[in-house]
């Protein structure tokens, strides 16, 4: 651990040592140190947003010519993709993901800034038809220093997701990515400072939630939260927000179903359905957690999915050929196991998985196998709790309207999937499913032009699209005398 050198962190637009405790980021497949770095202090805060504070009065960035700013933006989109292939390297070690899968997060991170350069160009204000002796128009406003808090399980996205609109709307930024993975909100904060960001725009603030995430969302001068994370933080900044009436957006967590109608293609919803829980280890917010297929065509899907998902290649994150790498850390493959524990004893079935891979690789890392559970109702625990691991609960159900029921049961409503032939029955049944993204003969698709967020305890807010850029600005009408 010792040759690693400590890395610096962003604090009020210089890159030093963070003044709290030495911590390390930890390579999940192999438990190895793969970064040091001391934590922000509480001093640190201070001194970032206070410093942000004066950056974005002060640095011109707030009032750049919307061109001009949008032209920064797409220099940090060129650069993360002339840096592709490292930063996804980085992340993998980071986070464990597969290489696969870095490697689209880091393509997504550049498309995400280039989208929001795009959408700062186009951006229009507008005169509203006069009610009376004067020109009205609407008019947005940046709202000054705002925070991008993330989790572990997807950096880089969802970093670049907080970060690009919030620049294009021409704030300063303060990052705070989840203590076990600080690496990717470094060296986008790099990348903005060699773009043309004006130093001090962009502050990352690597460490405890509790803490530092606390202290930032808490900051008077912070006007803005962007929250990305469990339930339980999502309430806990939602009532900080409401003693500061500050706006906040919150993408919080998913219990989310997956629709597998008689008429489905089996070969294709299979493979869906298995990319939708396993894919990211199941560490995914809109991981399809439960599966409801219906009852006439439940063995032969489960048999099938059993099958796939028992020749899914767990192993090496670095092998290009890897679908599920490992655990994000030790403690949390232990709540998983728990999870599957738990899930036994309140009646289910293991069809597959549930233990951990045996054999050289998997020693050190926190691997855990695809686990699929059967015998269980949608009221059991392990069916309504999220687990946020590689935990599938398959069930059967005999008709439409017991399936929208059970489908809608949960306190989440992220995300659900339908697999049918039939384009009126996946429609109805699209319609009906309550969530905030629905995908049909798809699923865990994403198009940064296409809003994202959830409904209930999944969170407030959307997050994408062109209006994902108003979040960050407050809006202002003006009447003008005539
Ligand atoms: P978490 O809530 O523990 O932490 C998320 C972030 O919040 C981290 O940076 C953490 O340090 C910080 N934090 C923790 N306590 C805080 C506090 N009191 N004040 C301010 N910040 C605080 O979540 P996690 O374990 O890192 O991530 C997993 C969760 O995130 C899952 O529930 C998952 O569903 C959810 N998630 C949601 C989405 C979405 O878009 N809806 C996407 C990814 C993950």
Known sequence: MSHLELLPINVAGEWRLGGGDEYQSLYPATGEPIARLRAASLADVEEAIAHADVA?????WAQMLPHLRAAVLHRVAAIIRERSEDLAQKQRLDNGKPISETRALVASAAGTFQFFA????????????SRGPFVTMSVHEPMGV???????????????????????????????????????ALELAKICEEAGVPRGIV????????????????HP???????TGGTTTGKHIAHIAADKMMPVSLELGGKSPTMVLDDADLDHAVAGVLYGIFSSSGESCIAGSRLFVARGIYDEFVTRLAEAAKNLRVGDPADERTQMGPLITAKHREGIERYVDLGVSEGGRIRTGGVRPQGAGFDAGYFYTPTILEGLTNSARITQEEIFGPVLVAMPFDNEEELIAQANDSVYALAAGVWSRDFKRAWRLGRAVQAGTV?????????????????????????????????????KSMYWGT
């Open 56 to 60: 974005f009065r002060t640095s011109g």
């Open 118 to 129: 795009a959408a700062l160009e186009t951006l229009e204000d507008t005169i509203t038809p």
């Open 146 to 184: 705002v925070a991008a808090i993330t989790p572990w399980n997807s950096p880089i996205a969802s970093e670049a997701q907080k970060l690009a609109p919030a620049l294009a709307a021409g704030n300063a930024v303060v990052v705070k990515p989840a203590e076990v993975t600080p690496l990717m």
């Open 203 to 218: 502050s990352v603030l690597p460490g405890k939630g509790s803490v530092i995430g606390d202290a930032i969302t808490k």
């Open 221 to 227: 001068l912070v006007k803005r939260v962007s929250f």
């Open 439 to 475: 995908w049909v003969n798809t699923y865990k698709q994403f198009s940064v032009s296409t809003p994202f967020g959830g409904w209930r305890d999944s969170g407030l807010g959307r997050e994408k699209g062109r209006e994902g850029i108003f979040q960050y600005m407050e809006q």
